[in-house]
């Protein structure tokens, strides 16, 4: 029934965030060891007294844009992996790179673990501070531009996502899902995994789905990978899919203004979060390309409150 109703609004993967604590152990990694640029510098949504890290390439690309949410204080369980849990996020890099990235984590104290190849491409592993479980992939067809930034060239830099693992309670609904419902299409099968590509496919435009049947249902905690965030265009688009997913009978939040985008979530039928959002107006809009990341940068409803939010902030060295 929805088959082609949305074929081609979905680009590619927007975002991913993770559940973490320890602000400054994250900032840390991800800037200094990974290279990434802080692009955002801003609190939860909900929460205003909490920190909430963008980061990504250096002009901010969707499809490059890593968040963490720092829970410091709540009470939350340890994730446990399971079905209907995101297994991992996967960055693109270059081909012959791994030996670099697999020294550099290492140095830092970081473990890396060779997995099998995966779909003819190599794999490595590794758990950021927070316990994501990540994985850097080489790929001989990632065409983004990338610029190079924090000492890297273009031989080893990170391109941005590669795609994103899921653990589906009912494979068969997810993938009905990505593919009826989103615009996805198979691009091939491995095993227990399910390789869907969105707009041709390709690095940042690809989603696998694990079929596990005998893995317990996952828990949601510390660690564990929150939501895969999905990219359209315009609001025009952002509205068609809304339109046409919630008329399939599927619950979606509201559209929610995020200040540098726009955001609509849901749980999918295999019980994974998913937030479809727009690139505009942007992460500039606040600031210049320049200054991405120097200041703390208010959502709306928390601007006249900034004074109480600084002060209940947990410290940080930039």
Same mark, same amino acid.
């Given at each position: 029934?929805?088959?082609?109703?949305?074929?081609?609004?979905?680009?590619?993967?927007?975002?991913?965030?993770?559940?973490?604590?320890?602000?400054?152990? =994250?900032?840390?990694? *991800?800037?200094?060891?990974?290279?990434?640029?802080?692009?955002?510098?801003?609190?939860?949504?909900?929460?205003?007294?909490? /920190? @909430?890290f !963008? *980061?990504? =390439?250096?002009?901010?690309?969707?499809?490059?844009?890593?968040?963490?949410?720092?829970?410091?204080?709540?009470?939350?369980?340890?994730?446990?992996?399971?079905?209907?849990?995101?297994?991992?996020?996967? *960055?693109?890099?270059?081909?012959?790179?791994?030996?670099? /990235?697999?020294?550099?984590?290492?140095?830092?104290? *970081?473990?890396?673990?060779?997995?099998?190849?995966? !779909?003819?491409?190599?794999?490595?592993?590794?758990?950021d #501070?927070?316990?994501? %479980?990540?994985?850097?992939?080489?790929?001989?067809?990632?065409?983004?531009?990338?610029?190079?930034?924090?000492?890297? =060239?273009?031989?080893?830099?990170?391109?941005?996502? @590669?795609?994103?693992?899921?653990?589906?309670?009912?494979?068969?609904?997810?993938?009905? !899902? !990505? +593919?009826?419902?989103?615009?996805?299409?198979?691009?091939?099968?491995?095993?227990?995994?399910?390789?869907?590509?969105?707009?041709?496919?390709? #690095?940042?435009? +690809?989603?696998?789905?694990? =079929?596990?049947?005998?893995?317990?249902?996952?828990?949601?905690?510390?660690?564990?990978?929150?939501?895969?965030?999905? +990219?359209v265009?315009?609001?025009?688009?952002?509205?068609?899919? /809304?339109?046409?997913?919630?008329?399939s009978?599927?619950?979606?939040t509201?559209?929610?203004?995020?200040?540098?985008?726009?955001?609509?979530?849901?749980?999918?039928?295999?019980?994974?979060?998913?937030?479809?959002?727009?690139? %505009?107006?942007?992460?500039?809009?606040?600031?210049?390309?320049?200054?991405?990341?120097?200041?703390?940068?208010?959502?709306?409803?928390?601007?006249?409150?900034?004074?109480?939010?600084e002060?209940?902030? #947990?410290?940080?060295? /930039?």
């Amino acid at each position: 029934m929805l088959k082609g109703l949305t074929k081609g609004l979905i680009k590619g993967i927007h975002h991913i965030t993770g559940a973490v604590i320890d602000g400054q152990r =994250d900032y840390d990694f *991800y800037t200094q060891v990974m290279a990434l640029r802080m692009v955002k510098r801003t609190v939860n949504h909900e929460v205003g007294n909490l /920190w @909430h890290f !963008f *980061y990504g =390439d250096y002009e901010a690309h969707a499809g490059t844009i890593m968040t963490n949410m720092l829970f410091d204080g709540v009470p939350l369980p340890k994730y446990q992996r399971g079905r209907g849990s995101i297994d991992a996020l996967s *960055y693109s890099i270059p081909i012959g790179s791994t030996p670099y /990235w697999i020294e550099r984590l290492n140095k830092h104290g *970081y473990a890396t673990t060779e997995r099998p190849e995966r !779909f003819g491409e190599k794999v490595t592993h590794f758990q950021d #501070p927070g316990g994501l %479980d990540s994985e850097l992939i080489e790929s001989d067809n990632d065409s983004r531009d990338t610029t190079p930034y924090g000492g890297l =060239d273009a031989s080893n830099i990170i391109r941005g996502f @590669h795609s994103a693992t899921l653990i589906s309670r009912i494979p068969e609904l997810t993938i009905e !899902f !990505f +593919t009826s419902g989103l615009g996805f299409e198979v691009v091939s099968e491995e095993g227990n995994r399910t390789r869907l590509g969105a707009n041709g496919g390709g #690095p940042g435009r +690809t989603i696998d789905i694990l =079929d596990e049947p005998d893995l317990p249902w996952g828990v949601f905690g510390l660690g564990a990978i929150h939501h895969v965030a999905l +990219t359209v265009d315009s609001m025009d688009a952002i509205k068609r899919v /809304w339109g046409v997913l919630g008329g399939s009978g599927m619950i979606l939040t509201d559209l929610r203004d995020r200040k540098w985008f726009h955001s609509a979530y849901l749980t999918e039928p295999g019980g994974i979060n998913i937030e479809i959002s727009n690139v %505009d107006p942007g992460f500039t809009v606040d600031e210049s390309l320049e200054e991405l990341g120097n200041t703390l940068q208010l959502p709306k409803q928390w601007a006249d409150q900034r004074e109480r939010i600084e002060s209940e902030l #947990p410290a940080m060295k /930039w």
